[in-house]
């Protein structure tokens, strides 16, 4: 007779919690040996988000500081539309969580665990593969996550393994106008982030203010929230949505254990440099601190063209080690305009970004040398201000552009 067959029934979620998983396997690069160990952490984190939330203790999204809403009628407004939205219930086909869900999630363990916490950057990673914050994403997510994390200074110094756990680990997050993503003052900094879209106005209330000063704003780019995580402070300044958008956001623990030690290096090496370069000395603390992160490191041998006369501008260089030539060529000959090295005139290649013109001279290395290179787009967003400080001090660099330019009457014609 034969055996009766018995139908199997296989749980509604089954085959997208192990797709997931195997998907998060392959992403992190797990090897064999860790394989037991991130499978135990994966499905334990999975249970307790579920727990987390099922237990409805999250009670609001974003903690509105009271002297802030004072001056933004919108926010208030929002407060009770995102008390609302923690309510939501678990999906499990959707992706995991809402948006806000996730964002909440985020907060709610960082203020079980920041304040306790001190990171120092000098140690060694000890992070298992186990440890690692995953967040999946589909192919679009990641297509508009990739774009998004370009333009973060940040992560230049990151090597492409380290990079793929940041990809990993970002969450999204939608932003409404009048959301405070980030409160002055909030010693429980959970995440960095990210502005993929929209704009945000950054205000900061210094001692003297009786009022918060709206001081910066980002426009569908730029990063922030990174002092808090880095230097382990309250939050510097509050950040506000002013319109919809979408922000990737970067949980403390990862940003500590992958990106912050890069960029205190980075910090560390490049500060130094900046602080001798003139035009440079009116920029604040923070955005010197900015422009460090910005900066590329490149190498060149004895000989090597750096800039070439007649292309156009790619950045703005600052000399960290070594001797350079500037050489113009007029009518096929080749002239020797100037010389510069670590010691003096540390930077070169800014004439053509303030003037707007092709190169005017080409820079060789003189001996093997070293610079840190600033894009333009870099030194466009990040030297906006000293560009009026170089076009209000243009004599200082008239006898540069004449030996560059040849002649005085180049100079009239320049526009500045
Ligand atoms: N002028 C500014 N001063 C301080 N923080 C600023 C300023 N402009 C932008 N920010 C960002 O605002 C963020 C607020 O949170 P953090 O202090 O962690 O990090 C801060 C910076 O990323």
Known sequence: MPAERQEVHVPDGLRTMLRRFVVAVLRQGVSPQGLTAFAATYFKNLNEEANTHRSGSMTRVVGFREDVLEHNGDAREHRGDFAHRDSETFSEDGNELANMQEFSRQKMRRRQSVSAESFD??????TSDAELVYHAKDEAQLDRLRKAVQGVFL?????????????????????????????????????????????YDVYVKGEQDEEPQLCWEYNNTGSFGELALMYNQPRAATIVARTAGKLWALDRQTFQRIVLKAAFKKRAVYMDLIDCVDFLAELTPYEKQNLCDALQPKVFTDGSVIIRQGDFADGLYFIESGRVIVTRSE?????????????????????????????????????????????????????GSCLEIMKRNIDRYRSQLEKVFGQSHLLESTEL
């Open 121 to 126: 950057p000098s140690k060694p990673d000890d």
């Open 155 to 199: 992560f230049r110094s990151l090597d492409s393994s380290q990079l793929l756990k940041i990809l990993n680990a970002l969450f999204e997050v939608d932003a409404a106008p009048g959301q405070h993503i980030i409160d002055q003052g909030d010693d429980n900094a959970d995440n960095f982030y990210i502005v993929e879209s929209g704009i």
């Open 331 to 383: 009518d096929g000959v080749e002239r020797e305009v100037d010389r510069l090295d670590d010691s003096k005139n540390p930077y070169f290649g800014e004439l053509a970004l303030i003037t707007a013109r092709p190169r005017a001279a080409s820079v060789i290395a003189d001996g093997d040398c070293k610079v840190a290179f600033l894009d333009v787009k870099a030194f466009e967003r990040l030297l």
